[in-house]
Nanobody, 122 residues
Framework: QVQLVESGGGLVQAGGSLRLSCAAS????????MGWFRQAPGKEREFVAA????????TYADSVKGRFTVSRDNAKNTVYLEMNSLKAEDTAVYSCAARRFMARLASEYDYWGQGTQVTVSS
């Protein structure tokens, strides 16, 4: 069982930056790949980024590639999403999720956090 808690969301102007954190409970955090997803009002949840259990492999949605960076610190049981050059269309609730292997489909993830709101003003 893995419990996930996101933090770091907030209101930022377009062009600004935010760093989201996802803290995990449990001794097996380093066994899980982690994903970040987002959901804007009236839209379906969409994949943002994922990172392997070791941190050695990452993958991104085309819409955030070059602007967002996913990383993890297994000693701290935490995964991060560094978001730069934010745009109004990045406004959404961002959630982290865990599963054994990297994936882009939300339905394949086993554990989810409650989400944190990111609002980008234009």
């Amino acid at each position: 069982q893995v419990q996930l808690v996101e933090s770091g969301g907030g209101l930022v102007q377009a062009g600004g930056s935010l760093r989201l954190s996802c803290a995990a409970s449990g001794r097996t955090f380093s066994s899980y790949a982690m994903g970040w997803f987002r959901q804007a009002p009236g839209k379906e949840r969409e994949f943002v980024a994922a990172i392997s259990w070791s941190g050695g492999t990452t993958t991104y949605a085309d819409s955030v590639k070059g602007r967002f960076t996913v990383s993890r610190d297994n000693a701290k049981n935490t995964v991060y999403l560094e978001m730069n050059s934010l745009k109004a269309e990045d406004t959404a609730v961002y959630s982290c999720a865990a599963r054994r292997f990297m994936a882009r489909l939300a339905s394949e993830y086993d554990y989810w956090g409650q989400g944190t709101q990111v609002t980008v003003s234009s």
